[in-house]
């Protein structure tokens, strides 16, 4: 299976927020050299919100990530990740962590779309607080990184929220599922519209080339398998787009986004990855 079942999906997030993870993890983030704006609303909805992570000193306009949570397009919340804001914006990148429609009630693409619209509130108000709008990434983790693809490979979501579709300067997906058809899970199948939609899949819309990726998977992860990412870059170069792909052993699902948190970094170089990908860009 491209995709584990919803059951696995379930698993490894109720262990991420029950079992304790995310608590520990949050007690080791420092809590000095960065300011957090919460609760930003980018749209009138309840989960239409982000928070900023705003380097300290800001002398000139910053490089900006726009992070979109995992969770099966059905669980998890930008609060989960202070850890993430803190990793980057201790190396002077704005970063944004977004919230966006889940299921139930909201189906494919309203994750989507309100993702467009988180990207183009942050892009209207990078100034405001510190950042660069000609320099926004786009980054996602599992679900998050599909939504994350989705918007740099189909230039429709940003078209239809008022903004240019070329204005990402680069993506990010992490353990993200690009190619996942046909869907064998019920609540999936319902998420989705249907079992073979084609058009809820990113790797549906490269037909040209696109922004430079990154494309980051844990050889070990049975959530979503490795292969999305080796599929999707493949189509991503032959289509001429630069795509560095990132595969690091020993490492899950789970593993692979807590290798950006202080305490868990030799897990893999998705940090140092990351870092040098955006300063590349």
Known sequence: ???????????????????????????????????????????????????????????????VLLFFHGGSWQFGDKNQYRALGQA????????????????????????????????????GNARAFGGDPDRIFLCGHSAGAHIATMLG??????????????????????AGPYDFLPLKDPVLIELFGGDNVPQTQPIHFVDGKRAPMLLAHGRDDTTVGAGNSKRMAQKLQSFGSEVVVRYYDGTGHIGILLSLAPGFRKRATLYQDMLAFIAAH
Not at 102 to 123: N, Y
């Open 1 to 63: 299976m491209a995709v584990g079942t919803i059951a696995n999906a379930r698993a490894w997030f109720r262990t991420l927020l029950y079992g304790g993870t995310v608590a520990m993890v949050d007690a080791l983030v420092p809590r000095r050299g960065y300011a957090v704006q919460k609760d930003i609303a980018y749209g009138p909805g309840q989960r239409q919100v982000l928070d900023i992570y705003v380097p300290d000193d800001l002398t000139v306009p910053a490089p």
């Open 88 to 123: 980057f914006a201790s190396k002077g990148i704005v970063t944004a962590v977004a919230n966006y429609g889940l299921f139930p009630p909201h189906g494919f693409p309203r994750f989507v779309e309100d993702a467009a619209r988180a990207f183009r509130h942050v892009r």
């Open 153 to 174: 490979v189909n230039g429709d979501y940003l078209r239809e929220a008022g903004v240019d579709p070329v204005s990402p300067r680069g993506i990010i997906g992490i």
